[in-house]
């Protein structure tokens, strides 16, 4: 290895490194102040003197205790001027006395044609010195080597370009946690304890933790006045007597929509609030259903929003990801009226496609949670419009597959 100078080694060169240069100007005992400023560096000067047991301090005085003859390190920089190395090499690299000398194009380019070289490199193009060299036959049509960058898997790519979306439309991203209480996840969102989504055929119920901490005791006996009899909202209710023990069993959420129900008990109006995160139901596994997907949530809550604004949210979102064509057909839900499913069109599959579920949330939704303006609610899934997208013929592959090559080669249609 070849090194060189640096532009402070050149300096010490000619002047003497620092510790020199305190001996050279300090008599056997001087203050301070007469060479602190006369000095190159004068701390690192103090600091080999001290650790060679040149010098020491004492009542604000230098004290030089011995001066010798000749210093290695100062050899050793003089022979590295000369293009010489010694054993004190990596204690001139460690002060940046000297660096590691790097060969230029050209230099690299000379070696390898005094080696007769075989293989074309780029210090060879660069300098035009490939014209002198010899060598073995190319075919130039032959595919180079393939190199596999690494990138982002496509579910993670969505679900950032859908945050961008929301966030540019003024949204605020919300989150909850994924072992949901039945409260939160049914009972606010006006949900009856005897639906059958509820029965363990449908949703995850958890053994440990078995139950979970209600909200405050206003809002659950809300609920429950809602559920027996429809509380103030006008409504007669579900006419049953609604079970708190019930309600505090914990489940794995079945939709991000608790998250909403969460979100409302803390805001005020006007608010936009989105969410997207995973969510778990208990679907026999196949091509198109997996136990658990991702979800897209969303709610705006305002006194001046009608159904025609939630189905501008919900146009204006789709057309940013990348769908021309959007409609919507009648639905119904438990928590919102009027409610509505939206649908894209898929160019190449020549069909509509559901997407989720829609609506205006229910007075028994938002009047236990202390809103009293309108409010606008949406569930989107994400999995399934991209894997029709991009021409796969199972949603497995999303989660259980791990197939490199074809994630590798998986492209998107946004951009």
């Not at 901490?213 to 429950?224: D, E, F, P, Q, T």
């Not at 969510?279 to 025609?308: A, M, S």
């Not at 057909?329 to 190449?348: G, H, I, K, L, N």
């Not at 991209?386 to 994630?407: E, V």
Request: charged share 30%.
């Amino acid at each position: 290895m070849v090194y060189e100078l640096t532009e402070e080694g050149r300096n010490y060169i000619k002047k003497g490194l620092p510790e020199m240069q305190l001996l050279k100007m300090a008599k056997k005992n001087v203050d301070i102040s007469t060479v602190k400023n006369e000095i190159d560096n004068f701390a690192i000067a103090m600091q080999w003197a001290k650790k060679n047991g040149w010098a020491k301090i004492a009542s604000g005085k230098i004290e030089i205790l011995s001066r010798p003859e000749k210093y290695p390190i100062y050899e050793s920089l003089k022979k590295v001027e000369k293009g010489n190395t010694d054993e004190n090499i990596e204690m001139l690299v460690s002060r940046n006395l000297v660096v590691l000398k790097r060969e230029d194009a050209k230099t690299k380019a000379e070696k390898l044609l005094m080696n007769d070289v075989g293989d074309l490199t780029s210090d060879l193009i660069i300098t035009g010195l490939w014209k002198k060299a010899k060598f073995k036959k190319y075919n130039v049509e032959i595919s180079g080597e393939k190199i596999n960058i690494g990138k982002r898997h496509i579910l993670s790519l969505y679900i950032e370009k859908i945050r961008e979306i929301f966030l540019d439309m003024g949204f605020t991203e919300a989150a909850g946690p994924l072992v949901e209480s039945s409260f939160w996840n049914f009972d606010a969102l006006y949900q009856p304890q005897d639906h059958p989504a509820r029965d363990l055929a449908d949703t995850f119920y958890m053994k440990i933790p078995e139950n979970a901490r209600l909200a405050s005791k206003g809002i659950v006996n809300a609920v429950k006045s809602v559920h027996e009899n429809g509380g103030n909202t006008g409504s007669t209710g579900w006419g049953y007597k609604w079970s708190e023990d019930f309600a505090k069993k914990c489940i794995l959420r079945t939709h991000t929509t608790s998250v909403s129900a969460r979100s409302l008990s803390k805001i005020n109006s006007p608010a936009k609030i989105f969410c997207v995160g995973r969510v778990f139901r208990n679907e026999t596994i196949d091509y198109k259903h997996l136990p658990e997907f991702t979800q897209v949530e969303g709610i705006v809550v305002d006194e001046n929003v009608c159904f025609r604004d939630l189905l501008g949210y919900l146009k204006e979102f789709y057309k940013r990801m990348g769908f021309q064509k959007i409609r919507f057909r009648p639905a119904y839900f438990p928590y919102t009226e009027m409610s509505v499913e939206p649908e894209v069109y898929f160019e190449d599959k020549k069909e509509w496609m559901e997407l989720g579920g829609a609506g205006i949330f229910r007075p028994e939704v938002t009047q236990p949670l202390g809103i009293k303006s309108p409010v606008l609610a949406w569930g989107l899934g994400l999995e399934r419009p991209i894997f029709l997208k991009i021409g796969l013929n199972d949603i497995r592959y999303f989660y259980y597959k791990n197939d490199l090559k074809m994630l590798r080669e998986m492209k998107t249609w946004l951009q």
